[in-house]
């Protein structure tokens, strides 16, 4: 069975006032899985991500926005733990609101850039192309 093709992917990037870091996929995708596992490790394992990585992703979010996004407890009897804030919740949505609309406004848009779109080199598409081509310039 022929594997699926991978539909285009629109990536959102919001870099605010030109200030840096940018607010994109990666970052709430972090948010979820720490709103969804209540650990910064337990969420950076699950994005394949080292700890250090996810802690400092998390200091980038807590820094652009006046209040911080994700709230954390130190380790000890209870153990630490991790939760978003409700301002973390509402960028999360808004965010997901953004890329939605984005696909809602986009899609003939998109499809009809998919349809004319040069298939990958040396892919089946690809070679066709090619002949195609050469059949046109004889």
């Keep these: 069975m022929p594997k699926a093709q991978p539909r285009t992917q629109v990536v959102l990037r919001l870099r605010f006032a030109q200030l840096e870091p940018l607010l994109g996929p990666g970052k709430i995708e972090l948010m979820e899985h720490i709103a969804r596992d209540g650990s910064i490790s337990a969420a950076g394992r699950s994005m394949r ?52 609309s984005v696909w809602k406004h986009a899609a003939t848009h998109i499809a009809a850039l998919e349809a004319i779109v040069e298939a990958p080199v ?4 690809a070679r066709r192309a090619t002949s195609r081509n050469r ?4």
């Design 49 to 100: 991500m080292s700890y250090h990585r996810a802690w400092t992703i998390v200091s980038e979010l807590n820094a652009m926005f006046r209040e911080p996004l994700i709230e954390t407890q130190l380790g000890g009897v209870k153990g630490g733990g991790a939760r978003i804030t409700p301002l973390g919740r509402d960028v999360v949505r808004r965010y997901r609101s953004i890329e939605t």
């Design 122 to 125: 040396g892919s089946r598409l």
């Design 135 to 138: 059949k046109a310039v004889r």
